[in-house]
């Protein structure tokens, strides 16, 4: 008592503990889908695995306050006929846990919680049991590594760069700050650029049937009276999910299809039995010099030993223009060839998927822009295909939907309440009243970057954008933003959709696997040289 007295009034100190406290590494994920699920998966498990010394924060943004955790746009959709466009077998989260989304499935059937009738393997399974199984993963990651995944749904504004680059600072909307270590931008996809409008840009942007985000629409059955004429913009997967959704629910009015090529993508014939297609090496023994130069060769053999400038895009190709345009040219004829034999022609799309991203890597910017012109578009509709049996499904809807070819000149409405008139390219105009875009994301991060939060970090100079306007820049090798001057960030991170400047294949689920595991690598990696204690 005499000794508490004591303390009480001053005399004596208070006795500390004289247990350490752990230092705290702090990681930031801004984007709470299936690229910040990876990243967070990923670290975890490599935490836990590296038996780490520090203690571990994990705080992860995300901006939609409607979208179910580890979705994002993708797999955030409730509607069972939206389903995956691979067999469920490769959809698992972590690169070490091969058989984690299958093993999820069969326990959910066998406890009730999914339809039977969603098989294992083979399946085509519906999107949001896909969120399901990542939601899992996390929290099975996060109990095994002991560590609270911090969850907030708020919008990031702006990062800023503290100690040149060795650490950061987060803000948000809300005026919420988070320093921490590493940041790892997950923000998947955004919605699509706005299109040009004909005269009263300011009315057609406070357009109240106009409809940016598809996705925002399938959660809102009430937005389009089934009567409505409706336009869609673009014929891609988003364009083929909105088909789906008005089909379903029983839809009666007009539809109107706008798109450039007047393409649908192509169905996914399944897995085969025959041997490999031995693709590659014949399209590219065809297009390539003979015998290739011992550059080219060592750009599509490994990717580690490019520089920084082929990484840009903006150094002399290793390939002549004609032979890249060659690649290109006979990938397509052979798909064609294949078609109409009634073989499996995506097998020779799939024998060049490897090759995808040195290739991309290899081109120059005036060969980026030769392939982005003249054959994306017939290449993107046989790499990105659609289940098998959608379009069949689809048919009898398809067959009261024109499809306008040519692309779309302009949009105009007289008042934010108003019709929405479109004008074609080539053809009359077509009159609607609701106007759903569907042209993909916007991923064009030069001039009118998709957020404010991005328009601030390529104003400061801690990202840059691809020259042809497709993604950002980034080191392949451990997932690193790019500067302006191609020199790697220290600890921010980029994953996924956004990484399409340097990586073309880049919004699977197998690639953000990947590069989840990556960025888990390098944070470790950087912890080590920092000289930070790990029990390894």
């Known amino acids: 008592l005499k000794l508490q007295f004591l303390y009480l009034i001053g005399y004596l100190d208070w006795p500390h503990s004289t247990t350490p406290t752990k230092p705290m ?14 990243v967070v998966a990923h670290l975890l498990r490599a935490w836990r695995t590296a038996g780490c010394a520090e203690a571990l924060d994990v705080v992860v943004f995300e901006r939609d306050a409607a979208r179910p955790w580890w979705g994002g746009a993708a797999y955030g959709t409730c509607a069972a006929y939206h389903v995956i466009n691979v067999p469920c077998r490769g959809m698992h989260l972590l690169e070490q846990d091969t058989d984690g989304m299958e093993r999820w499935l069969r326990g959910e059937r066998e406890a009730g919680r999914v339809d039977a009738k969603w098989g294992v393997e083979d399946t085509h399974i519906p999107r949001h049991l896909v969120q399901r199984y990542f939601e899992a993963a996390v929290r099975d990651e996060a109990a095994g590594a002991g560590v609270e995944v911090r969850q907030v749904r708020e919008e990031v504004a702006s990062i800023t760069a503290l100690e040149g680059g060795v650490r950061y600072c987060v803000h948000t909307a809300a005026g919420r700050q988070e320093e921490c270590d590493y940041v790892a ?14 005269g009263g840009a300011a009315v057609f942007s406070t357009s109240r049937r106009y409809h940016k985000d598809p996705w925002r629409l399938f959660r809102d059955e009430t937005a389009i009276p089934k009567d409505a004429a409706v336009g869609i913009l673009g014929s891609r997967l988003s364009a083929i999910d909105t088909l789906q959704c008005l089909q379903r629910r029983g839809h009666r009015g007009a539809v109107h299809v706008f798109s450039r090529k007047g393409l649908y993508p192509k169905e996914n014939a399944g897995q085969t039995a025959s041997p490999a297609y031995p693709f590659a090496e014949e399209v590219l023994a065809a297009a390539l010099r003979s015998p290739p130069s011992a550059e080219a060769w060592t750009v599509m053999s490994d990717v580690k ?50 090759y995808h991203n040195k290739l991309w890597l290899a081109m120059n910017t005036e060969q980026r822009r030769l392939f982005l012109q003249a054959h994306r578009d017939e290449f993107e509709i046989r790499r990105h295909r659609l289940a098998p049996h959608t379009l069949r499904r689809l048919a009898p809807f398809l067959a009261n939907v024109p499809h306008h070819r040519g692309g779309v000149a302009g949009v105009a409405a007289a008042s934010p309440d108003a019709p929405i008139v479109v004008a074609l390219a080539e053809g009359p105009k077509v009159t609607v009243d609701h106007l759903i875009n569907c042209t993909g994301p916007q991923i064009d991060f030069r001039h009118t970057p998709p957020s404010p939060l991005f328009a601030q970090l390529v104003r ?53 696997r990947r590069q989840g595991s990556e960025v888990a690598t390098a944070i470790l990696d950087s912890l080590r040289a920092r000289g930070a204690p790990a029990k390894l």
């Open 305 to 354: 030993q490019d520089g920084a400038a082929a990484r840009a895009g903006t150094a002399g190709s290793w390939f002549a223009t004609s032979e890249v345009d060659a690649v290109w040219r006979r990938l397509l004829a052979v798909c064609d060839r294949m078609e109409a034999a009634g073989e499996n022609w995506q097998r020779a799309v799939d024998a060049l998927r490897p």
């Open 460 to 512: 400061d100079g801690l990202i840059a954008p691809e020259p042809t306007g497709i993604g950002l820049l980034v080191d392949p090798i451990s997932g690193r933003a790019l500067a302006p001057d191609l020199t790697p960030a220290g600890g921010l991170f980029l994953v996924g959709p956004i990484r399409r400047g340097t990586e073309w294949e880049t919004i699977a689920v197998k690639e953000i």
């Open 185 to 198: 931008m997950c923000t998947g996809n955004f919605p699509p650029e706005n299109i040009p409008c004909r």
């Open 25 to 38: 590494v702090r990681v930031a994920v801004v984007g709470g889908g299936a690229s910040g699920a990876s």
